[in-house]
């Protein structure tokens, strides 16, 4: 049986060493040691997710958010390159034309673009005004659909994660 596979946005490595939000650190270090750790889904991170940590201006922080991408080294990166990075461009301005996400939430847009084209079963995020929010998620599937993207997907927070663990 194929494994479900989890796209990680920027927010899901934030809270693996935020000190501020206990609870949404406890979620995101369950579904890690859950899910992740035991390679119980194939997790994936992208270009977007390290440009962001790497825009990062606190170098200390920086550094710890690089370093748990380290730790975990069963997180797979996508890269798009070329026509797929076109497709990807695309997609993404597709979103924000549609009101989906404001022009200042490229990287929201282009998480949601690489899970989309990249075939995950879900998008994680703990970013609730644009990711992890039902009406989203339908928006973003219509949008899809018109423009060939067929694969569904489901857009989460580790919370709501944590008991889908198998590819349906």
Not at 65 to 74: F, G, P, T
Not at 135 to 155: A, V
């Amino acid at each position: 049986m194929a494994k479900t596979k989890v796209y990680l946005d920027t927010s899901i490595i934030n809270f693996l060493i935020a000190e501020d939000s206990p609870e949404y650190r406890k979620y995101t270090e369950m579904f890690f040691l859950s899910a992740v750790v035991n390679n119980v889904v194939e997790a994936y991170i992208s270009t977007p997710v390290i440009e962001e940590i790497n825009n990062t201006r606190n170098d200390v922080r920086r550094k710890c958010l690089l370093n748990v991408i380290d730790r975990y080294s069963n997180i797979k990166r996508l890269n798009a390159q070329g026509h797929m990075g076109e497709r990807m461009n695309v997609l993404s301005n597709a979103y924000i034309n549609n009101g989906l996400m404001p022009s200042k939430s490229i990287a929201d847009s282009m998480h949601a673009a690489y899970a989309s084209i990249f075939k995950m079963d879900i998008l994680l995020s703990w970013n609730f005004k644009h990711l992890a929010n039902i009406n989203k998620e339908k928006k973003i599937l219509e949008i899809n659909k018109t423009m060939g993207y067929l694969h569904p997907f489901r857009m989460l927070s580790p919370k709501e994660a944590l008991n889908v663990k198998k590819r349906t």
